[in-house]
């Protein structure tokens, strides 16, 4: 496994595998793997002749006073999993290399990043937007995997991609969970024993939704509030937001008459996690979108 620190090299890379006809799959992350990341990554191989990864935590969408400086870093660790699972060439830049001095353009996707983690984090999306198109444009992937644990992200992702008209085809990939339901993401290692129980409110909430609805509840605000009262009965838990949306559109509904995306973000003690479901699906009724 080849591991690049530079774009230049990367570039070599992705043109020598073209030259020889394969096709390439791409997963971007911010590191600290687990195993939602490495699904991805095996999707990837299953798709593509070559897969790459990048490992960059991305300083343009964190707030002023989210956790960059925090977030969890282990390259080494990172590298060996992503060996482990087949990968042929890791993308590891520094900010510099992705931002060098004078940097100034920035993409911006309207609408659909106004609400959810949008509204609460100002300015994140626009540096999804940004890293996740420069990473398009270097790497040249034909196929892009993300995970929907991040629904929104997703929705403003393809979105980019259609409006810019990037040669890419973005891969939407299951979320994987823990044994006990709870979505798996880098930051739960924050969590100590207690908040890491307490966290299983967010999965068991949108559980709960599901089966509402799968027994014929079509009340957006009944089952919104379903799930406020879940999880504001666990007493670590403090609500970001909890919305339903139409579903890919992030239109406001009054009735699930159709695919709609029941998302959350939620504290637990200092450690914001995001989960979703999909509900008005036919024949889905647990919480593994």
Known sequence: MLTCHTIAEIREFVRNARAEGKTIGFVPTMGYLHQGHLELMRRAKESCDVVVISIFVNPTQFGPKEDFAQYPRDLERDLRMAEDVGVDAVFNPSTE?????????????????????????????RGVATVVTKLFNIVNPDQAFFGQKDAQQVLVIKRMVADLNLNVEVVTVPTVREADGLAMSSRNVYLNAEQRQAALVLSRSLQKAAEAVAAGQQDVSVIRQLVVGMIEAEPLAEIDYVEIYSYPDLEPVDKIQGPALLALAVKIGQTRLIDNTILGVRDRVSYDV
């Open 97 to 125: 290399e992705m931002y060098p001095a004078g940097y100034c353009t920035y993409v911006e996707v309207e609408r659909i990043t106004e609400k959810l983690c949008g509204l609460s984090r100002p300015g994140h999306f």
